[in-house]
C-alpha cells in the first residue's frame, strides 16, 4: 500500500516573504541555517555556491516522505527500532518506509510493525540476499561488511516510480522533524542528485597516520551516514555504470574499500562536483572518534541529526556527549506505544487491522465490570522478536524448545534455567522498552546467558492493567522453531535430564504423524527456599517423602494436577495414559502445531486450564512419562494473584469469561463440549 | 542567585525581514500563527486588533525567562514536576523558576531541585502562607481553594525588579518552547499588560445550566492556566487596587467565585478591554469538559500548551484525547536525570555543588576497577520526598518511625508491613521514573496502602549500575519525623507488637536526654515460603525448636548476629547489654540524630556492617529487648548479591572500600579505632 501525498500550495504570501528574504539577506538568512555549514572558515573547493543557502519551506502538509534504511541482524534492528522512534517522535508526515533487510531483520521488522499499528507509516521490505551479488565483487574493510554497499544499488532496487527518498544508516538519531531535511531536495539545482553532509573527520585528508591511503574524495570528503538521493535523475544519468566505473578504476590502485560505500561515493563525487548538493552539517552530526563535529553547531537548535559513526558508540568523548547520550537514551528507553497517534489534520492513515481494532474497543462497554479484562484481550502488543542475537541449530525432528514467559522481576531465574536445560528456549518478557534496555544489560553482564546461543528472547512491550499471560505465552509458541514444545512456566526448574529424556521419549514413542499427544512432565514444588535439586527420581522421591518437596499445588489447588496420578507415577516404568478432568492444568510437551492459548484469560487464574480443554477438545491423548519432573521454586505471590485474591470483581469476571469460553466450547465442538461444561457446574471440593 | 540574562543584538537583517513579513501580509503571516486564535469566524467584539498577529521573534539567546507557578500539597507538587519537565524538554533558555508553595510543596519541590540539579535552571521560592490574608476574604468554589486565588497577587509578591514574568497552572504540559510563548511580550502595545487565550468553553456564556450564572467576561472570557504578567505596569497602574475593586463590586451581587482568580482577571478585563494581549489559542489547548478545543489547531505543529482544566484529567473525551494523553505520559515517565544538560552555546550556568561533582567525577580513573563503586557513591540522585499525600500525627515523645527501602521487586511486601507495623514508616524507593507511575497506581489500588496516612514514600530515581542501598537508607532517616527510629530492612515483618513495644520501652528505659543507645531487635529468618506469623515470643521459640524458623542468616553469616547471644535473649526477662564484635549488623532502635549510613557501600555487602562500627564508635550501647523481634521472609536473590558472588571485581573493591572505611575511621576517632582494623584483620571463621 503506497500512500500518496495531496501536496498542497504554499501560500503565495508565505513564498513571496522567502523569496524577499533570499534576495535580500544572500547567505545570513534569520534562522535555521548558520553559516557553519562546513567546518573551516571557507566551504572546500567546488562546494562554495550552495553551502548557505536559506533552510527551504517544509514539504507541503501531509506530503508523503520516503525513508531508505539498510538493516540486517538482530543488533542492527534494534537500533533502527531507535532510529525509527525518534524520527516518529518529530515527523509530522506521513512516512514510507523502505528496510533493505536480511532474513532475520525482516522477521523482527515486520512483526515489530504489524504490532506497533502507527498511523501514517507504511513499509515496504527489499531482500537483502538478493542484492549481494550486485556488490559482492568489491572488497571491503567496513565493519558493515556488505550491507554497508548496499546503499550504492539503491535506485535500481527501490520503485521506478519512487523520485527521492532519504537514506539513513540505523545509527543515526533525529532531534527535529525529518520535513525539515526532505525540504532540501527542493533546493537541488538541476544537476544535484546526492544530499550530504560534509566529513567531521580528517580521514580523506590522509593525514590521520603514516601511510594511510584514503579513497579519492574532494576535501574531507562526504559522509553518507545521510543521504538525499533523486533517484529518478541517477537513474537517467546511469548512476549504475558510474559508480562502478569508478569503483573498479579505484580497485586497480587500493586494495579495498575501508568505509564501504561512502568511499565509492566520494570517489564518484571526486570526479562529478556538480553531483552534490552539500547539507547543512547539523544534519548529519558525527561522533567519530576525533570528531570535529563541535565545529558545527552554536546551539541546541541547531542540531538536527546525531550519528553515532564511532565503534566506542555512546562512549565517545565529545564536549556535549551528555547532551548528545541523553538524546538517543531518551528515544532508546521511550514508550513505543505513544507513538501510536493520529497525525492531526491530514487523512487518517490506518495501519492494517487498526481499524477493526479501534471499533472492537468502541463497542467495549465501560461499564461492564469487566471492562478492563475485555479491553486487555483486545489489546495488539508491540512485540520484538529475538531481542538479542539468537542462533538456532538446525532442526531436529525430535527437538523440543522449552517455551515460557516473564516480567522482571523472575530475570534472576534465567541462569538456573540454562543450567537445567541445555535445549533452545523460546521466552517472551513481558517488558516497558526501558527494561528491555535493562534486560539487555543483564544478559550481557551474565556469562551463562551471554554463552547462550540457542535461547530467543521475544519483548512484549507492556499496555494495559493485567499480565497478558496466554498473549505472552502464545508469542514464545509462535516463535519455537523445533517440531515440539514443552510448554512450561518460568518459575519452573526442569530435571537436568529433562530435555535429553524428552527428545529419547518423542523418538521411541513415535510421536508425529497425526497422532496427537501430549506427554505430561509431572510438577512438584519446593516451600523452601534454599534447596538442592534432584539429581533423579529416586532422590525426587525420597524428598518429596521427608516432605521436602510437594507434589505441585498440593496445599491449595490439588485439582490442578490430580489427573497425572501421583500416586502410579511413583511406580511407573513406562508412559501411562491419563484422562482429562475438570481443572486439569498439567506442563505438557506438544507438536509446534497444537491450539493456542486463549487471550482472554489475562492475569490470573485459568489460563492453562483452557488450554489443556482446547487438546482434550481436539482429541490429544495424555501420556504421564515416568521419569520426567520439574519443580516449582517459591516466589513472591505476582500482584495479579494478590488482586485475584483480594478482589470480588476479579473472581466474578474470572467466572463470566468462563462461562464464555465455555459457550464458544459449544459453538465448536457441538455435544462433545458438554462435558466441560458439566465438570465446570459441578461442586468444585478437593479431587 | 539570580542569573541575568545576557540579551543580544538580533541581526539587523532579521528584523528587517520580520518587519517586511509583518507589513506586506498583516495578518496571514507564512508560520507559526494560523488564524484560528480564537474559536468562531470572527474574533470576540473588542478583540480584534491583534489576534492574527504574526508570531514574534524569539528572544535573545540565553535570555533568562521567568515562570512562576502556585503549588500547594503532594498531588501538585508531582505535577508541577511533571509540567517543569516538559517546560526543560522543550527549552532553550536559561529558566528562573519562582514558585509559591505551601510548607508541603516546598520542602518536596526544594529536595527535588537541589538533587536534580538542572544546569541553567534557578529556582526561587515564596510562602504561600503569607498570601493566604490578601486574597482569603474572597469566597471561592473552586478546587483550588485558595491557592487559585494567589496568581491575583504575584505583582505585589515577584520581585520588584521582575518586569514580566510567565504564570502557569500545574495542570500544563509544553509541547514546545517556552520561549516562543515569551516572544508575545514583545508584542504588547503600550496598555496592555495581561496576555491571555480565550476560553475554550462556553462557562462566561452562562448557558450551561439553568440558573448558571458566570461572572461577567467578554464574550466566552479568558482562561488562566497560562498568563503572560507586565508586572511593571501592572504595579505602576495599581493593579491590586483595581482587581480587589471590581471583585468587591462584583460580590456584592455574586456569592462567590466559582473559577477562583479567573473569574475576576475576567470581570477586570471586561472592565478594561484594553489591559489584555489575547494569545493564539494553541497556548492553552483547554481539555475541559464540553471543550471546544478542536476548532483551535489545524495540525500538531500548532499544538503549543495543553491544559488539563478537567476534573476528569486525562479521563477527557476529545478527538485527539489520544495525542494529548500521549505527550502527556511522554513527561510522565521521561527520566528526568536526560534533563540535566547544558544549554548549548549559552555561558555555563552550573546549580549549587554541580561544579565540585563534576569536578569529583573528572578525577575518577576510569582504568580503576572500583570505578564504577566510585561513581555510584558520587552520584546524586534525584529525590523527590513524600510522593504521595501524607499526613503524620504530631510527634510524640518516644515514637518511633520504621526506616527502610526498596525497589519495585518489592512492592510485594508493603501490604504485609502495614498489617505488622500500625506505626510510622519513612521508606525510600529506588525508581525510574516510568515505575514511579506505576507505584502510585499500586497504591491507589490496594486499600491498605491508601488508608494508611502515616506512611512516607520517598522516591529516589535510579542511576547508576549498583543499588545505593546506603544513600537510600539515608534518604528514609533524614525524613523520619519521630524522635526515634527502627532502622529495619523491607523484607524483613516485625512482630506484630513491636509498634507498641518499642515506645514502651524507651519510655521505660528512658531513652533521650543525651543517653546514647541502640535498641537490638533480634531477627530471625523463615526459609519456608508460606508461613504463618507467630503471634508472640512463646510462639516464635516454639518454631525455633521445630526448625521452621532459624536465627538470622544462621547458615551463611552467623557472625553478623551472633553478638546478640540468641541463647540468651531465649531465656531474657529483661533488656541486656551486649558487646561490639567484628560483623555485627543487628537490627537497631536508635534516636533520629544517629550517624547516617556511609554512602561508599553500595550493592551488595558491608552496608549495615560500617553503620554499626559507626554506632560503636561514637560510644552508643547495644540492648537486647527481650520482646522484640523481627522476621526474614525468603525472597529471590538480589541481582546485586548475585554480582557479589559471581565476580572477583567486587569482591576485591568491597576489599578495598573496606580498607579506605577503616582509614577514614582512624582518622576521625584516632588510636580507640584500633579495635576495629584489628577485629577486620582476623581469620573470618564462624562465630
Same mark, same amino acid.
Given at each position: 500500500?503506497?500512500?500518496?501525498?495531496?501536496?498542497?500550495?504554499?501560500?503565495?504570501?508565505?513564498?513571496?516573504?522567502?523569496?524577499?528574504?533570499?534576495?535580500?539577506?544572500?547567505?545570513?538568512?534569520?534562522?535555521?541555517?548558520?553559516?557553519?555549514?562546513?567546518?573551516?572558515?571557507?566551504?572546500?573547493?567546488?562546494?562554495?555556491?550552495?553551502?548557505?543557502?536559506?533552510?527551504?519551506?517544509?514539504?507541503?502538509?501531509?506530503?508523503?516522505?520516503?525513508?531508505?534504511?539498510?538493516?540486517?541482524?538482530?543488533?542492527?534492528?534494534?537500533?533502527?527500532?531507535?532510529?525509527?522512534?525518534?524520527?516518529?517522535?518529530?515527523?509530522?508526515?506521513?512516512?514510507?518506509?523502505?528496510?533493505?533487510?536480511?532474513?532475520?531483520?525482516?522477521?523482527?521488522?515486520?512483526?515489530?510493525?504489524?504490532?506497533?499499528?502507527?498511523?501514517?507509516?507504511?513499509?515496504?521490505?527489499?531482500?537483502?540476499?538478493?542484492?549481494?551479488?550486485?556488490?559482492?565483487?568489491?572488497?571491503?574493510?567496513?565493519?558493515?561488511?556488505?550491507?554497508?554497499?548496499?546503499?550504492?544499488?539503491?535506485?535500481?532496487?527501490?520503485?521506478?516510480?519512487?523520485?527521492?527518498?532519504?537514506?539513513?544508516?540505523?545509527?543515526?538519531?533525529?532531534?527535529?522533524?525529518?520535513?525539515?531535511?526532505?525540504?532540501?531536495?527542493?533546493?537541488?539545482?538541476?544537476?544535484?542528485?546526492?544530499?550530504?553532509?560534509?566529513?567531521?573527520?580528517?580521514?580523506?585528508?590522509?593525514?590521520?597516520?603514516?601511510?594511510?591511503?584514503?579513497?579519492?574524495?574532494?576535501?574531507?570528503?562526504?559522509?553518507?551516514?545521510?543521504?538525499?538521493?533523486?533517484?529518478?535523475?541517477?537513474?537517467?544519468?546511469?548512476?549504475?555504470?558510474?559508480?562502478?566505473?569508478?569503483?573498479?578504476?579505484?580497485?586497480?590502485?587500493?586494495?579495498?574499500?575501508?568505509?564501504?560505500?561512502?568511499?565509492?561515493?566520494?570517489?564518484?563525487?571526486?570526479?562529478?562536483?556538480?553531483?552534490?548538493?552539500?547539507?547543512?552539517?547539523?544534519?548529519?552530526?558525527?561522533?567519530?572518534?576525533?570528531?570535529?563535529?563541535?565545529?558545527?553547531?552554536?546551539?541546541?537548535?541547531?542540531?538536527?541529526?546525531?550519528?553515532?559513526?564511532?565503534?566506542?558508540?555512546?562512549?565517545?568523548?565529545?564536549?556535549?556527549?551528555?547532551?548528545?547520550?541523553?538524546?538517543?537514551?531518551?528515544?532508546?528507553?521511550?514508550?513505543?506505544?505513544?507513538?501510536?497517534?493520529?497525525?492531526?489534520?491530514?487523512?487518517?492513515?490506518?495501519?492494517?487491522?487498526?481499524?477493526?481494532?479501534?471499533?472492537?474497543?468502541?463497542?467495549?462497554?465501560?461499564?461492564?465490570?469487566?471492562?478492563?479484562?475485555?479491553?486487555?484481550?483486545?489489546?495488539?502488543?508491540?512485540?520484538?522478536?529475538?531481542?538479542?542475537?539468537?542462533?538456532?541449530?538446525?532442526?531436529?525432528?525430535?527437538?523440543?524448545?522449552?517455551?515460557?514467559?516473564?516480567?522482571?522481576?523472575?530475570?534472576?531465574?534465567?541462569?538456573?534455567?540454562?543450567?537445567?536445560? +541445555?535445549?533452545?528456549?523460546?521466552?517472551? &518478557?513481558? %517488558?516497558? =522498552? $526501558?527494561?528491555?534496555?535493562?534486560?539487555? *544489560?543483564?544478559? !550481557?553482564?551474565?556469562?551463562?546467558?551471554?554463552?547462550?546461543?540457542?535461547?530467543?528472547?521475544?519483548?512484549?512491550?507492556?499496555?494495559?492493567?493485567?499480565?497478558?499471560?496466554?498473549?505472552?505465552?502464545?508469542?514464545?509458541?509462535?516463535?519455537?522453531?523445533?517440531?515440539?514444545?514443552?510448554?512450561?512456566?518460568?518459575?519452573?526448574?526442569?530435571?537436568?535430564?529433562?530435555?535429553?529424556?524428552?527428545?529419547?521419549?518423542?523418538?521411541?514413542?513415535?510421536?508425529?504423524?497425526?497422532?496427537?499427544?501430549?506427554?505430561?512432565?509431572?510438577?512438584?514444588?519446593?516451600?523452601?527456599?534454599?534447596?538442592?535439586? +534432584?539429581?533423579?527420581?529416586?532422590?525426587? &522421591?525420597? %524428598?518429596? =517423602? $521427608?516432605?521436602?518437596?510437594?507434589?505441585? *499445588?498440593?496445599? !491449595?489447588?490439588?485439582?490442578?494436577?490430580?489427573?497425572?496420578?501421583?500416586?502410579?507415577?511413583?511406580?511407573?516404568?513406562?508412559?501411562?495414559?491419563?484422562?482429562?478432568?475438570?481443572?486439569?492444568?498439567?506442563?505438557?510437551?506438544?507438536?509446534?502445531?497444537?491450539?493456542?492459548?486463549?487471550?482472554?484469560?489475562?492475569?490470573?487464574?485459568?489460563?492453562?486450564?483452557?488450554?489443556?480443554?482446547?487438546?482434550?477438545?481436539?482429541?490429544?491423548?495424555?501420556?504421564?512419562?515416568?521419569?520426567?519432573?520439574?519443580?516449582?521454586?517459591?516466589?513472591?505471590?505476582?500482584?495479579?494473584?494478590?488482586?485475584?485474591?483480594?478482589?470480588?470483581?476479579?473472581?466474578?469476571?474470572?467466572?463470566?469469561?468462563?462461562?464464555?469460553?465455555?459457550?464458544?466450547?459449544?459453538?465448536?465442538?457441538?455435544?462433545?463440549?458438554?462435558?466441560?461444561?458439566?465438570?465446570?457446574?459441578?461442586?468444585?471440593?478437593?479431587?
Amino acid at each position: 500500500m503506497l500512500l500518496r501525498g495531496r501536496p498542497r500550495a504554499l501560500g503565495a504570501g508565505a513564498l513571496l516573504l522567502l523569496l524577499i528574504g533570499f534576495f535580500l539577506f544572500g547567505g545570513y538568512p534569520e534562522y535555521g541555517l548558520r553559516r557553519a555549514t562546513v567546518l573551516d572558515g571557507g566551504p572546500p573547493a567546488g562546494l562554495n555556491h550552495s553551502a548557505c543557502a536559506p533552510q527551504p519551506p517544509l514539504p507541503p502538509k501531509c506530503e508523503l516522505l520516503h525513508v531508505a534504511i539498510v538493516c540486517a541482524g538482530h543488533n542492527s534492528s534494534r537500533e533502527a527500532v531507535t532510529l525509527v522512534k525518534s524520527l516518529l517522535f518529530y515527523r509530522k508526515n506521513p512516512l514510507h518506509l523502505h528496510l533493505v533487510t536480511d532474513a532475520v531483520a525482516r522477521n523482527i521488522l515486520e512483526t515489530l510493525f504489524r504490532t506497533w499499528m502507527v498511523p501514517a507509516v507504511v513499509v515496504s521490505f527489499y531482500d537483502a540476499e538478493k542484492l549481494k551479488p550486485l556488490i559482492s565483487w568489491i572488497p571491503n574493510k567496513h565493519y558493515s561488511g556488505l550491507y554497508g554497499l548496499m546503499k550504492l544499488v539503491l535506485p535500481g532496487v527501490l520503485p521506478p516510480s519512487l523520485a527521492q527518498a532519504i537514506i539513513l544508516d540505523t545509527d543515526v538519531t533525529f532531534a527535529s522533524d525529518i520535513a525539515e531535511l526532505w525540504a532540501f531536495f527542493a533546493h537541488f539545482s538541476d544537476k544535484q542528485v546526492i544530499g550530504l553532509v560534509e566529513n567531521q573527520s580528517n580521514w580523506y585528508l590522509g593525514n590521520i597516520w603514516k601511510n594511510h591511503r584514503p579513497w579519492p574524495a574532494l576535501g574531507r570528503g562526504f559522509n553518507t551516514g545521510v543521504i538525499l538521493l533523486r533517484l529518478d535523475r541517477l537513474r537517467q544519468a546511469g548512476w549504475e555504470q558510474m559508480w562502478k566505473r569508478t569503483a573498479k578504476r579505484e580497485l586497480l590502485a587500493l586494495p579495498a574499500t575501508s568505509l564501504a560505500d561512502q568511499d565509492i561515493f566520494n570517489a564518484v563525487i571526486k570526479e562529478h562536483p556538480d553531483l552534490v548538493q552539500p547539507l547543512p552539517c547539523v544534519w548529519n552530526v558525527q561522533l567519530s572518534e576525533h570528531t570535529l563535529a563541535e565545529r558545527c553547531y552554536l546551539e541546541a537548535a541547531d542540531l538536527k541529526v546525531i550519528h553515532w559513526n564511532s565503534p566506542k558508540k555512546l562512549r565517545v568523548k565529545n564536549k556535549h556527549a551528555a547532551f548528545f547520550r541523553n538524546l538517543y537514551l531518551t528515544f532508546l528507553g521511550y514508550d513505543g506505544k505513544l507513538l501510536r497517534r493520529d497525525l492531526i489534520g491530514c487523512p487518517s492513515q490506518l495501519p492494517p487491522g487498526a481499524e477493526q481494532l479501534q471499533q472492537a474497543l468502541a463497542q467495549l462497554d465501560e461499564e461492564d465490570p469487566c471492562f478492563e479484562f475485555r479491553r486487555q484481550q483486545l489489546t495488539v502488543h508491540r512485540v520484538h522478536i529475538t531481542f538479542l542475537p539468537h542462533q538456532p541449530l538446525p532442526p531436529h525432528p525430535h527437538d523440543v524448545t522449552l517455551v515460557a514467559q516473564l516480567s522482571m522481576d523472575r530475570l534472576q531465574m534465567l541462569e538456573a534455567l540454562c543450567r537445567h536445560w +541445555p535445549g533452545p528456549m523460546s521466552l517472551a &518478557l513481558y %517488558l516497558t =522498552d $526501558a527494561e528491555a534496555q535493562q534486560f539487555l *544489560r543483564f544478559v !550481557e553482564a551474565s556469562p551463562v546467558l551471554s554463552a547462550r546461543q540457542n535461547v530467543a528472547y521475544h519483548v512484549v512491550y507492556r499496555e494495559g492493567a493485567f499480565y497478558p499471560v496466554n498473549q505472552l505465552r502464545n508469542v514464545a509458541l509462535a516463535q519455537a522453531l523445533t517440531p515440539y514444545v514443552f510448554l512450561s512456566d518460568i518459575d519452573f526448574l526442569p530435571a537436568y535430564s529433562l530435555y535429553d529424556y524428552l527428545r529419547v521419549s518423542i523418538e521411541q514413542l513415535g510421536l508425529g504423524g497425526g497422532r496427537k499427544t501430549a506427554l505430561v512432565v509431572p510438577a512438584f514444588e519446593t516451600l523452601h527456599y534454599r534447596f538442592s535439586f +534432584p539429581s533423579s527420581k529416586a532422590e525426587l &522421591l525420597a %524428598l518429596l =517423602d $521427608a516432605g521436602s518437596l510437594y507434589t505441585f *499445588r498440593y496445599h !491449595e489447588w490439588p485439582r490442578g494436577h490430580a489427573p497425572t496420578d501421583y500416586a502410579r507415577w511413583r511406580e511407573a516404568q513406562k508412559p501411562y495414559q491419563v484422562q482429562w478432568a475438570a481443572d486439569y492444568e498439567p506442563y505438557v510437551v506438544v507438536a509446534r502445531d497444537c491450539p493456542r492459548y486463549d487471550s482472554r484469560f489475562v492475569g490470573f487464574g485459568w489460563n492453562k486450564v483452557a488450554h489443556i480443554v482446547e487438546l482434550d477438545a481436539q482429541g490429544y491423548e495424555f501420556l504421564v512419562l515416568p521419569e520426567a519432573f520439574a519443580i516449582h521454586l517459591p516466589h513472591a505471590p505476582s500482584l495479579d494473584i494478590s488482586r485475584f485474591r483480594s478482589s470480588f470483581t476479579y473472581r466474578d469476571c474470572l467466572q463470566t469469561l468462563k462461562e464464555e469460553f465455555h459457550q464458544d466450547l459449544s459453538r465448536r465442538y457441538g455435544a462433545a463440549a458438554l462435558k466441560y461444561l458439566t465438570a465446570l457446574r459441578q461442586p468444585q471440593g478437593p479431587a
